[in-house]
């Protein structure tokens, strides 16, 4: 009982913080990210032309408010997967990347606002590390699967909520 009291005073004592997003704060996030790759190739064998799937993965990001209203935001994720193949076929490889993110985000309203919707735009980087053709791939005599890093626009929406001052 004597040390709840004491923790309570204690943060009686202690300058009360609001939840807020000002110039100079640094701040880090996690949530979900998820990568749509729009390219594919020319129809093979006359099957169609490759697919490539989605995928969703764990993303970090770590913000620096340079300003009240303007964040630079960067972004980390787990590796992304993507299942490659033909209509026809189905998955015949699969390929792993990493898409590096860096972003310029605008945030609504005045800094000590309970509520903080915020959209950014930048650029991305996404690097190739690993190409693996699975069985039904080997069996069709695929040996080469050509991937290209390449650069790209990001674009994210998204909303702060201060649930309460703590």
């Known amino acids: 009982m ?19 997003h000002e110039a100079g704060d640094f701040f880090m996030r996690a949530g979900s990210a998820t990568v749509r790759p ?3 190739s020319d129809n093979v064998l006359g099957m169609g032309g490759f697919d490539v799937s989605n995928n969703t993965q ?3 990001t770590f913000t620096y408010m340079a300003t009240d209203n303007i964040g ?18 189905g998955t015949l490889a699969t390929v792993r990347q990493l898409p590096p ?18 959209v950014g735009v930048g650029i991305n980087y996404t690097t190739f590390f690993d190409t693996d053709f699975n069985q039904t791939g080997r069996d069709a005599g695929l040996s080469d699967l050509s991937v290209k890093d390449s650069w790209g626009v990001a674009g994210q929406v998204g909303l702060d909520y201060q649930i309460n001052r703590d």
Do not use: I, N, W
């Not at 004597?2 to 807020?20: E, G, N, S, V, Y």
């Not at 630079?72 to 076929?89: D, I």
């Open 38 to 40: 729009t390219e594919g």
């Open 58 to 60: 764990l993303g970090l």
């Open 2 to 20: 004597k040390l709840a009291k004491c923790a309570f005073l204690l943060a009686m004592a202690l300058p009360q913080l609001a939840l807020a």
């Open 72 to 89: 630079v935001e960067l972004l980390a994720a787990t590796p992304f997967r993507h299942k490659v193949g033909l209509g026809a076929t």
């Open 101 to 118: 993110t860096l972003m310029a985000q605008y945030y609504f309203f005045d800094s000590q606002s309970k509520v903080r919707p915020y």
